[in-house]
C-alpha cells in the first residue's frame, strides 16, 4: 500500500505537501553539517598542514548563525506546522452534513457499522467518493491505531471511548488501511479494503444488504468479536451458500455502537470471559 | 495466590519444548537461546573456578565502591547485553526480510523478541553505558576521590544488574512479554497478558529504575559538592556538564515509569483498575506517565554522548572547544526542553488540535540547541589539527547520519505528518537513527577515548576502526530502508506482510542488519587482542591523547584515591559493601518470586532488602584510612615512570612509543614552539 505517497483525497495531499515542505525548510540546516563535516575533516586532517588556531573558540557573528538560522527555520516551520493542525484536524468535519461510519476495532479485524443504512461490513470500508465521512471509533479489544494512509492517516480506537476521523475521497478508487498498534498475534495480518464508489454504486452496495439472509444481531457480534482473523469472522455471516463476501449485511440494533462504547462503563466489572480480545473471552449469545 | 510452593512455576516454563510437543524452527530458536544462556553462565562459573578467580572477583570488585570499578561493571553489563540486544535484532531483522505471507518466527516469539530488545536497549544497554561512564570519568574530571555516596552507588549497581538478571532469566524460565518496551496497557492488563511475562517486565524496569534514581541522585550531589577547590561550573568539562544534566532528568524522569509501572503491577496483581478497559481505567493516563519518563529518557541517554562529543571533537582536533558557554547553554536548554514535548509519543490519541500543535512546536524548539551543538563541534574541528583516530570516525557516522535522525525528528514533530508514519517503520528508523549513530557511536567513541585511562593500555586502533566503519555501514543499510518502508505504509511490529513493494527494501535492511552483526564481532575481537597486546599498548603515564581535561592529569589506571595531591583521604567500608552485594540477590529473587508468584519467597527476599537497607542506613559511617606513605609511594613510583617516559607525538600516538606522556605538538618540519 503506498499510502502517503499516493494519496486518494486532500487530507492525505496536504500532509504529503506539508512533509515535502518541512524536508526542504530543514535541509537549509542539514546540508551545511552533511556538506561541511567532509569538507572539515579533509582540509583540517593533520598532515595538510592548513591554517590552525588552536585558541579560537568564540565568535559573536558565528553563535548569531548559529542560534539564528535554526531558530529562523523553526519559527517559519512553527507557523505552518499550526495552520496544518489545524486546518485538517482529524476531529473537524470537512463539509456540512458528512456521512457517519462507526468503526469497532476488534481483534483482529475491523467492524464498519453504517447507522443511517442500519448496515454492517466487515474488513471492507465503503464509502462514496465526494462525500465527507466521519468516523467514529472505538474498540472492543485494547487499544488499536484505525489507519487509511492514503486518506488520512491513523487516530487511535480505544475501548469506552469515542475518536473521530474525517476523511473525504476525491474521486471512484481503492485503497489499503489497517492497525498500527499492536494487538496479539493477529497483528500483522489486520488488514481491511478500503473501496470508494460513485454515488449511485455506493447507493447500489448499501441495498445489497436487503436481500442478506443473515444479520448483525447480539449473537453474531459476540462471535465476532472472539480473536481471529477476518476470514475467520466472515465466514459466521457466509451462511449455507459459503460467500466469499457476504457484507453488507442489515444491522439489528440501531444503537449497537453506542451499547459496544458504554459496557465499559456501567460500573460493574467485566471478566475476562466477557472481555472480547481476552484469551478467556466465550462469546455468550444474548451480552451487551 | 493459591499455587503451590513455587507459585505457577511449572516444567512446562523451561526452554524444553522439544520434549513437550510442538516443536519447530521459532521454538528452536528460543530454546536454543535459552540452553545458551545456561551453557553461558556454567561456563563462566567453571572459568572462575578453574582460574581461581573467586576471591579476586568478590574482593576487588563485587565488594569494591570504587567508582571506577562500578563504572566498569556497568559497562560490562552494558555490552553483555548489548550482544543479546543485538542478536535479537538481527534476527528481527532477518525474519522481517523472509516474512513475506509469514516468516520463520511465530508471531509470538517475535513480539517477545522486539519487546526484550527494546527494553534491554534502553534500560539494560543505554543507561548501563551511560551510569558507567559517568561512573569512571566524571569524579576524575571534577577532582574527586570517589562519589558522594559510594554505598549506594553500589546498592545502585546491584539493582540494575538485578533487572538485567531478570531479563536474562526470562529467556530460560517462562516467557517474556509481547507488550513492546512500552508495554501499553490494556494489552498488558491481566484478561489480554495473563502469563508471567508482563511481570517480568514490570519487576526489570521498577528494580533497575530504582537503581537509576539512585544513581542520578548521587551524581548531580557529587557534582554539586565534591568538586575539587576552583573547579568552578563555568570550568567544569563539558561531559561533566552534561552528566550533571542527564543525572538531573535522571532524578525527574524515573519515578513516573517506576509509578506507572507499579500502577500497572496494582492491576495485575491486587485487582486495581488504574489502566483497564472497565471500572473506570484508561489506559491514557499510561501513555502520559510512561512518557512523562520515556521522552527525558532519551535526553538522558543522548547527553552524555553529547559530552563525550565534545571531549573528543577538541582533543583530536587539538584545539579548545568551540562555543563552551553556547554548549552548556544549549545542554541545560535541551534538558529543561526535554520535558515539555512528551506528548508527541501520542499525537494520534484524538486530544484535539491545539493540544498537538503545542506540543508539536514545543519539540521542534529542541533542535534549535541540538543544531548549535552539531555547529559548535563542526567549528571546534576548524581550522583544527584532526587526526583521524576511532573517536572520530565515530563523530564523523555521527555528524552524517544523527544529522539525518534530527531531520526525521522535526519532520515527527508535526502531527499531521505524524498522523501517517506514527507505529510505521519511518519511526523506527528514526529513533534507530538517533540511538545507534547518536548514543551508540558516542558511548564506542568514549570507550576508545577512555579505555586507556580507565585500563591503562590503549585498544588496538586498526580492529577500532575497522569495527566504526562496520557500525557506520551497519547501520546506514539497516536502517535508512525503514523510512521507505514507513512512507509506505509499512507497520513496526509486524511479524509478516504481503506487499510485494517492500521486497528490495526489507532486503538491504536484512544485509545490513548482518553487518551489524559483523560489526558486534569485530568489537568483541578489539577488546580480545587489545588485551593481548596490553603491554605494547600500555600508556601508564597516563595521557595518551594529549588530552585537555583534569582525568588525563593521573596515572592510567588510576590509583583508587585518584588524586594523591587532595590532602584527605577516600571514605570506604567493605563490610558496608557486601551487604550492598547482597543487595543484588534479595532484589533479584525478589523480582522472580513477584513474577512467578512465589509468596514466601517475595516476602523474604523483601523484608532482607528493607532490612539490609535499615542496617546500612543506620550505621555510623567508619573510614579506612589508605595510609599516607602508600599513597606517597604509589605517587612516586608514577612520578619515576614520569620521568623515565619519552614524550611522543600525535604522529605517534597509536604506535608502541606511546607510553602516555605527550611531547609538545608540531608538524614535521615545523620548529618546536
Redesign the interface.
Known amino acids: 500500500?503506498?499510502?502517503?505517497?499516493d494519496p486518494l483525497g486532500p487530507v492525505?495531499a496536504?500532509?504529503q505537501q506539508?512533509?515535502l515542505v518541512?524536508?526542504v525548510l530543514?535541509?537549509v540546516?542539514?546540508l551545511?553539517?552533511?556538506v561541511?563535516?567532509?569538507l572539515?575533516?579533509w582540509r583540517?586532517?593533520?598532515?595538510n598542514?592548513?591554517?590552525?588556531?588552536?585558541?579560537?573558540?568564540?565568535?559573536p557573528l558565528?553563535?548569531l548563525?548559529?542560534?539564528g538560522?535554526?531558530?529562523a527555520i523553526?519559527v517559519v516551520?512553527?507557523w505552518l506546522?499550526?495552520q496544518?493542525?489545524?486546518r485538517?484536524?482529524?476531529?473537524?468535519p470537512l463539509g456540512p452534513t458528512p456521512l457517519e461510519i462507526e468503526v469497532v476495532g476488534l481483534n483482529w479485524k475491523w467492524l464498519f457499522l453504517y447507522p443511517g443504512e442500519r448496515i454492517a461490513s466487515l474488513g471492507d470500508l465503503v464509502i462514496p467518493a465526494g462525500q465527507p465521512v466521519t468516523l467514529k471509533l472505538t474498540s472492543d479489544?485494547?487499544?488499536q491505531?484505525f489507519?487509511v494512509?492514503s486518506l488520512?492517516?491513523?487516530?487511535?480506537a480505544?475501548?469506552?471511548?469515542v475518536?473521530?476521523l474525517n476523511l473525504v475521497a476525491s474521486a471512484p478508487g481503492t485503497a489499503?488501511g489497517?492497525?498500527?498498534?499492536?494487538?496479539?498475534?493477529?497483528?500483522?495480518?489486520q488488514q481491511f479494503r478500503v473501496r470508494i464508489l460513485s454515488e449511485a454504486d455506493y447507493r447500489r452496495w448499501s441495498e445489497r444488504a436487503a436481500n442478506s439472509p443473515v444479520r448483525l444481531d447480539k449473537s453474531t457480534y459476540n462471535k465476532l468479536a472472539a480473536s481471529g482473523s477476518l476470514a475467520e469472522a466472515t465466514a459466521i455471516f457466509s451462511g449455507e451458500a459459503g460467500h466469499r463476501r457476504p457484507f453488507p449485511v442489515p444491522v439489528e440494533d440501531a444503537n449497537l455502537f453506542g451499547k459496544i462504547v458504554g459496557r465499559?462503563h456501567t460500573?460493574?466489572?467485566?471478566a475476562?470471559e466477557q472481555?472480547p480480545?481476552?484469551?478467556?473471552y466465550t462469546p455468550v449469545d444474548d451480552r451487551l | 495466590m493459591n499455587e503451590g510452593p513455587l507459585g505457577r512455576l511449572g516444567l512446562d516454563d523451561l526452554p524444553l519444548t522439544v520434549f513437550f510437543g510442538h516443536p519447530g524452527l521459532s521454538e528452536a530458536i528460543a530454546d536454543g537461546a535459552g540452553l545458551l544462556v545456561i551453557v553461558a553462565a556454567l561456563g563462566a562459573l567453571l572459568l572462575l573456578s578453574i582460574y581461581r578467580l573467586w576471591r579476586p572477583l568478590w574482593c576487588e570488585w563485587l565488594t569494591s565502591v570504587d567508582h571506577r570499578k562500578i563504572g566498569i561493571m556497568y559497562i560490562a553489563i552494558g555490552l553483555l547485553m548489548l550482544v543479546r540486544g543485538v542478536i535479537e535484532g538481527v534476527l528481527m531483522r532477518i525474519n522481517q526480510a523472509a516474512a513475506q505471507g509469514g516468516g520463520f518466527l511465530?508471531?509470538?516469539h517475535f513480539?517477545q523478541l522486539f519487546s526484550t530488545h527494546g527494553t534491554i536497549m534502553i534500560f539494560f544497554v543505554a543507561m548501563p553505558f551511560i551510569v558507567g561512564f559517568i561512573n569512571c570519568i566524571v569524579p576524575l574530571q571534577i577532582g574527586a576521590r570517589d562519589m558522594a555516596f559510594p554505598v549506594m552507588n553500589q546498592i545502585s549497581l546491584a539493582m540494575t544488574a538485578a533487572g538485567a538478571s531478570l531479563i536474562m532469566i526470562s529467556l530460560v524460565i517462562g516467557q517474556f512479554g509481547?507488550?513492546?518496551w512500552t508495554a501499553?496497557?490494556?494489552?498488558t492488563e491481566?484478561?489480554?497478558s495473563?502469563g508471567e511475562g508482563v511481570d517480568y517486565w514490570i519487576w526489570a524496569v521498577v528494580i533497575s529504575g530504582l537503581g537509576s534514581l539512585m544513581s542520578g541522585i548521587n551524581f548531580s550531589v557529587t557534582i554539586y559538592k565534591l568538586r575539587a577547590p576552583g573547579m568552578t561550573f563555568m570550568r567544569m568539562p563539558m561531559f561533566t556538564w552534561t552528566a550533571l544534566c542527564t543525572s538531573i532528568l535522571i532524578v525527574f524522569a524515573m519515578p513516573p515509569v517506576t509509578v506507572s509501572s507499579l500502577m500497572l503491577a496494582a492491576d495485575r496483581y491486587l485487582d486495581f483498575h488504574f489502566f483497564t478497559?472497565?471500572?473506570g481505567g484508561?489506559?491514557?493516563n499510561y501513555a502520559n506517565l510512561f512518557w512523562m519518563f520515556g521522552h527525558p529518557e532519551v535526553y538522558i541517554l543522548i547527553l552524555p554522548a553529547y559530552g563525550v562529543f565534545s571531549e573528543i571533537s577538541a582533543t583530536f582536533?587539538?584545539?579548545?572547544?568551540?562555543?563552551?558557554?553556547?554548549l552548556v547553554i544549549a545542554t541545560m536548554s535541551i534538558a529543561v526542553l526535554s520535558f515539555t514535548v512528551w506528548l508527541h509519543h501520542?499525537f494520534?490519541?484524538?486530544q484535539?488540535?491545539?493540544v498537538?500543535?503545542a506540543f508539536?512546536?514545543a519539540t521542534?524548539?529542541i533542535?534549535?540547541p541540538t543544531?548549535?551543538k552539531?555547529?559548535?563541534w563542526?567549528?571546534t574541528?576548524?581550522?583544527?589539527?584532526?587526526?583521524?583516530r576511532v573517536p572520530?570516525i565515530y563523530l564523523?557516522g555521527f555528524?552524517?547520519l544523527f544529522?539525518?535522525g534530527?531531520?526525521t525528528g522535526?519532520?515527527l514533530?508535526?502531527?499531521?505528518?505524524?498522523?501517517?508514519?506514527?507505529?510505521?517503520l519511518f519511526l523506527v528508523a528514526h529513533f534507530h537513527n538517533v540511538l545507534i549513530p547518536g548514543v551508540l557511536f558516542g558511548m564506542l567513541a568514549g570507550v576508545h577515548y577512555w579505555f586507556p585511562k580507565v585500563f591503562g593500555f590503549r585498544l588496538d586502533a586498526r580492529w577500532g576502526a575497522r569495527t566504526a566503519w562496520l557500525w557506520i555501514a551497519g547501520f546506514s543499510f539497516a536502517f535508512l530502508p525503514l523510512y521507505a518502508l514507513g512512507?509506505?505504509?509499512m507497520?513496526?511490529?509486524?511479524?509478516?506482510?504481503d506487499?510485494p513493494?517492500f521486497v528490495p527494501w526489507l532486503i538491504v535492511s536484512g544485509a545490513g542488519a548482518l553487518v551489524i552483526l559483523l560489526a558486534l564481532v569485530a568489537l568483541c575481537w578489539t577488546f580480545v587482542t587489545s588485551i593481548r597486546h596490553r603491554e605494547a599498548l600500555a600508556v601508564p603515564v597516563g595521557d595518551p591523547w594529549d588530552g585537555r581535561t583534569l582525568e588525563w592529569a593521573t596515572p592510567s589506571p588510576p590509583p583508587e584515591w585518584n588524586f594523591a595531591i587532595i590532602p584527605s583521604v577516600s571514605a570506604r567500608d567493605p563490610f558496608y559493601t557486601e551487604k550492598a552485594a547482597g543487595a543484588f540477590v534479595a532484589a533479584t529473587f525478589f523480582g522472580f518470586a513477584m513474577v512467578w508468584h512465589i509468596g514466601w519467597l517475595a516476602a523474604v527476599s523483601a523484608l532482607g532488602l528493607v532490612a539490609g537497607v535499615i542496617v546500612l542506613g543506620s550505621r555510623e559511617t567508619r573510614h579506612t584510612v589508605i595510609p599516607a606513605s602508600d599513597v606517597a609511594r604509589a605517587e612516586n613510583e608514577w612520578l619515576r615512570e614520569l620521568n623515565g617516559a619519552q614524550g611522543v607525538t600525535?604522529d605517534e600516538e597509536i604506535t608502541a612509543a606511546n607510553r602516555g606522556l605527550a611531547a609538545p605538538d608540531t608538524?614535521p618540519g615545523?620548529s618546536r614552539a
Open positions: 500500500m503506498k499510502g502517503l505517497l492525505a496536504s500532509q506539508h512533509l518541512v524536508v530543514t535541509l540546516a542539514v551545511p553539517v552533511l561541511g563535516v567532509p572539515i575533516y583540517y586532517r593533520r598532515r598542514a592548513a591554517a590552525y588556531r588552536p585558541d579560537w573558540g568564540f565568535s558565528v553563535e548563525m548559529m542560534w538560522v535554526p531558530l523553526v516551520l512553527s506546522l499550526w496544518d493542525t489545524h485538517y484536524a482529524p476531529e473537524k479489544t485494547v487499544m491505531s489507519m494512509p488520512a492517516g491513523q487516530l487511535y480505544m475501548p469506552g471511548m475518536t473521530r489499503v489497517r492497525n498500527m498498534q499492536y494487538n496479539g498475534s493477529g497483528f500483522s495480518g465499559y460500573g460493574t466489572p467485566i475476562p472481555q480480545g481476552a484469551s478467556a | 511465530s508471531p509470538d513480539a509481547t507488550g513492546g501499553y496497557p490494556p494489552y491481566l484478561a489480554f495473563p478497559n472497565d471500572l484508561n489506559m491514557m582536533a587539538a584545539k579548545t572547544l568551540y562555543g563552551y558557554r553556547s501520542f494520534t490519541m484524538g484535539g488540535a491545539s498537538n500543535a508539536g512546536v521542534m524548539l533542535a534549535i543544531g548549535v552539531v555547529y559548535d563542526m567549528a574541528l576548524w581550522r583544527g589539527r584532526i587526526r583521524m572520530m564523523f555528524f552524517m544529522t539525518i534530527g531531520m522535526v519532520l514533530a508535526n502531527p499531521t505528518i505524524d498522523f501517517q508514519v506514527h507505529n510505521s512512507l509506505m505504509g507497520p513496526r511490529r509486524a511479524s509478516m506482510w506487499d513493494a600525535r608538524l615545523e
